[in-house]
């Protein structure tokens, strides 16, 4: 938790997100679906709401200039541990949605973008792990 709180005050954009029970909450880069400033350095911190839930993201729409600007999705909540990346983006995605599912009940989000080439940006909304199962059931 110190080093969480060490990285919120030293980035631009930060944000700490609970992702409501059996419901989601959407993540967009800045000025979405405007281009995202050059040199955005953004963090969202994400936790279910129902503990020991996982955490489902589904990423609707993502593009950015070039490979400098990086969309990366973690488990847990440390954004600089490495090994808890699960999936790094730049460029262009083949298809839509993209979906996968964090290994806790929380998650974090960071979106770097260098001074050139800016581009759409993402979409994406990260959903309670029993969000839209119940119907199923
Ligand atoms: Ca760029």
Same mark, same amino acid.
């Given at each position: 938790?110190?080093?969480t &709180?060490l990285?919120?005050?030293?980035t631009?954009?930060?944000?700490?997100?609970?992702?409501? %029970?059996?419901?989601?909450?959407?993540?967009?880069s800045?000025?979405?679906?405007?281009?995202y400033? %050059?040199? =955005? #350095?953004?963090?969202?911190?994400?936790?279910?709401?129902t503990?020991?839930?996982? &955490?489902?993201?589904?990423? +609707?729409?993502?593009? =950015?200039?070039?490979q400098?600007?990086?969309?990366?999705v973690g488990?847990?909540?440390?954004?600089?541990?490495?090994?808890?990346?699960?999936?790094?983006?730049?460029?262009?995605?083949?298809?839509?949605?993209?979906?996968?599912?964090?290994?806790?009940?929380t998650?974090?989000?960071?979106?770097?973008? #260098?001074?050139? +080439?800016?581009?759409?940006?993402?979409? &994406?909304?990260?959903?309670?792990? =029993?969000?839209?199962?119940? &119907?199923?059931?």
């Amino acid at each position: 938790m110190h080093v969480t &709180l060490l990285l919120f005050s030293a980035t631009l954009c930060q944000n700490q997100i609970t992702v409501p %029970s059996s419901g989601f909450v959407t993540v967009t880069s800045q000025n979405y679906p405007s281009n995202y400033k %050059s040199n =955005t #350095d953004c963090v969202w911190i994400l936790n279910a709401q129902t503990p020991g839930t996982r &955490l489902r993201v589904v990423i +609707k729409d993502f593009i =950015t200039g070039d490979q400098l600007d990086q969309l990366v999705v973690g488990s847990q909540t440390n954004p600089l541990d490495t090994n808890s990346i699960l999936r790094t983006y730049w460029g262009t995605v083949p298809e839509f949605p993209v979906v996968f599912t964090s290994l806790s009940d929380t998650m974090w989000i960071t979106f770097k973008s #260098d001074g050139t +080439k800016q581009a759409r940006g993402f979409d &994406l909304e990260v959903q309670d792990a =029993t969000y839209g199962k119940s &119907l199923a059931i």
